[in-house]
């Protein structure tokens, strides 16, 4: 008897595997969590659900009278075979229905059933003899009687979150899988690609370059000296905001503390353990301040950087005019304009997803040393760079980018070194530029 | 192919399916937008168990990253149907079951790169379906455009 082969092998360029059993597999999987969520949305359903659903829509309300109370008991057997008593406050409620007096015992509405039997007694302190209360009775059971009407809304919630998410997962998973039985995958991918192909539209600059990014979002600011204006992507702006919003955050949680404990000691009380917690939390969110206000000065002081180029997307061997400003009053004691090729790879592991990134290629398009500021006026300059006739275009799938970057890195007197990053995209050589290409070292022919 | 999947598959010869491709170029490298010519031999296999062939041209990443892959033809073929499933005009297809030939015209991205923690290459597949159920698949790597290979840098800009 042949065993089946769940998992395809590669052996050099051929591999060999079973597609129905792969897609059997997969949809057993999907198939268990929808049955597991079907299962369990069942219970709740006819557990905690439709129960509470009868007793607002179905049970019907009178005129009750207590005429007894006492405390439920209830006894467990743990693991170590030690017997546990807790006990439930209970009401003893007669009254009419269908013409007839009826005596039942009501023990839902004081929450959890607890071990202090003191605490359950005193629980129903409240509750007077011979005292009317307004209560629901289930018509199919008379003896069934309830002293609260209502939905708890988070246990819906959690009914429907709960096995719905198991729901949704397996059933999309097992449709999923069932497209995919016995189909390769790149059937699947080309069918795929044939369903989603109305639906995606490029612009006319980005036509007939497949996986290359969109460009239209480094094109619609025009520039004052070259053709565009480039947008920005600063490292230092996300931990501008990263830092707010710790600092935002962590000082909430301290101001909470803080009123806690302002409480305490308004009542005449003194939690040491929480004036204890207090100290520390309040000299870190005091540094989370100072860190913030720091990042936020070095963002305002060094000033904006723009850039603009002569045209957009570029193309390998192509040469381009672009003009920097650089605002603020600070001193540099050096700045470099860089051109980069960055390779970012996205990869799952364990449970985590990451993303690496790697400079590749790095070319240093101009630098100046000992820049003073000009008061009212920013440092300029322009300058022409030249693509690489062999470069890589621009890629971008969904897990995997190359792209190129325009980098400012400036060390500035009194400051940390910083860094304004402005992507581009260049497109693959057209027939001339292929025509025109001499096979050299990319380093060479960088000018 | 595992000598398991073999034993069921090829009861008949007793050998394994050997997949060969043949490029129009000697070096298999391509322009974006030239023209792909291949042909395909099937041999040592009895062509009676083969019920499907699947010729596909796809680029795929390899690296650091999730792979990627993209399918920029493909084209189904029924054993004992002349009739092919195809989704590239450009394709042609001339069948001598179970062996055959295509041309499709390449698109001009993405571009073969060996990066280094980024590559993508292109390959011609030729998957061949059994009647048992399972399944054979032989991969022939081109290359599209001329990018150049990518190195470690070696000193970051002072």
């Known amino acids: 008897m042949r065993l089946p082969i769940f998992f395809s092998k590669k052996r050099g360029e051929r591999r060999t595997g079973s597609p129905a059993w792969g897609s059997f597999g997969e949809g057993f999987f999907y198939a268990s969590l929808l049955t597991a969520g079907l299962f369990v949305g069942g219970l709740m359903l006819t557990g905690v659900a439709v129960p509470e659903w009868r007793i607002n829509n179905h049970f019907t309300e009178v005129e009750g009278r207590l005429v007894g109370k006492g405390l439920a008991r209830r006894t467990t057997t743990d693991l170590f075979g030690i017997r546990r008593q807790s006990w439930r406050p209970a009401v003893l409620l007669e009254f009419h229905a269908d013409g007839e007096s009826v005596r039942a015992w009501h023990t839902s509405g004081w929450g959890e059933a607890t071990t202090d039997r003191s605490l359950a007694l005193r629980q129903l302190d409240g509750w007077r003899l011979g005292q009317s209360i307004r209560c629901w009775y289930d018509p199919e059971r008379i003896e069934t009687v309830v002293l609260k009407r209502g939905y708890s809304w988070w246990l819906w919630l959690l009914t429907l979150l709960l096995p719905g998410a198991l729901v949704v ?18 059937r699947q991918a080309a069918e795929i690609g044939q369903l989603l192909s109305p639906l995606v539209r490029s612009s006319p600059d980005e036509e007939g370059f497949p996986t290359v990014p ?62 204890g917690l207090l ?23 060094i000033g904006p950087t723009h850039l603009e180029i002569s045209d957009h997307p570029l193309r390998p061997g192509g040469t381009y005019g672009v003009h920097l400003s650089q605002g603020g009053a600070v001193s540099f004691r050096r ?28 070319e240093l398009m101009c630098c100046w040393d000992r820049l003073e500021p000009v008061p009212g006026r920013p440092f300029e300059a322009t300058l022409q760079f030249k693509v690489p006739a062999r470069a890589m275009h621009s890629f971008r799938s969904l897990h995997n980018a190359v792209g190129w970057r325009l980098v400012l890195r400036g060390i500035p007197d009194r400051w940390p070194a910083f860094l304004r990053v402005f992507p581009l995209v260049i497109v693959p050589a057209g027939p001339d530029a292929a025509a025109a290409v001499v096979r050299q070292p990319l380093r060479e022919v960088v000018s | 192919m595992t000598e398991r999947a073999a034993a069921g598959e090829a009861s008949a010869t007793a050998t394994l399916p050997r997949v060969t491709v043949s490029f129009a170029s000697d070096q298999a490298e391509y322009a974006p937008g030239d023209m792909l010519e291949t042909s395909y031999r099937v041999a040592a296999i009895d062509p009676a168990t083969i019920t499907t062939v699947e010729r596909s041209v796809v680029w795929y990443t390899e690296g650091k990253g999730e792979e990627d892959f993209g399918v920029v033809f493909f084209d189904r073929l029924l054993a004992g149907s002349s009739d092919a ?74």
């Open chain 1, 214 to 275: 969109a460009c239209a979002d480094l094109m619609n600011s025009p520039g004052t000296i070259q053709r565009f204006r480039l947008p920005t992507e600063s490292p230092e702006a996300w931990s501008l905001l990263g830092a707010g919003l710790f600092a935002l955050l962590w000082n909430a949680v301290v101001i909470v503390l803080a009123v806690a404990a302002g409480f305490d000691l308004a009542g005449g009380r003194t939690d040491w353990w929480l004036f």
């Open chain 1, 335 to 362: 700045l470099e304009l860089v051109l980069e090729l960055e390779e970012q790879a996205t990869f799952r592991q364990g449970t985590d997803v990451r993303t690496e990134k790697q400079v590749v290629w790095r």
């Open chain 1, 169 to 186: 997962f397996g059933a999309t998973g097992l449709a999923q899988a069932a497209s995919a039985w016995g189909r390769s995958e790149e």
């Open chain 2, 85 to 158: 499933m195809s989704d590239e005009p450009t394709a042609s297809a001339a069948v001598d079951w179970p062996s055959g030939s295509f041309s499709i015209r390449l698109p001009s991205s993405p571009l073969s790169y060996e990066g280094l923690i980024v590559k993508i290459r292109w390959c011609i597949r030729v998957r061949l379906f059994f009647s048992s159920g399972r399944d054979f698949v032989s991969e022939h790597v081109f290359f599209l455009g001329d990018i150049p290979v990518a190195r470690p840098l070696r000193h970051a800009v002072s």
């Open chain 1, 279 to 301: 100290a520390p939390f309040g000299l870190i969110g005091l540094a989370a301040i100072g860190l913030f206000l720091r990042r936020l000065l070095l963002a305002t002081a």
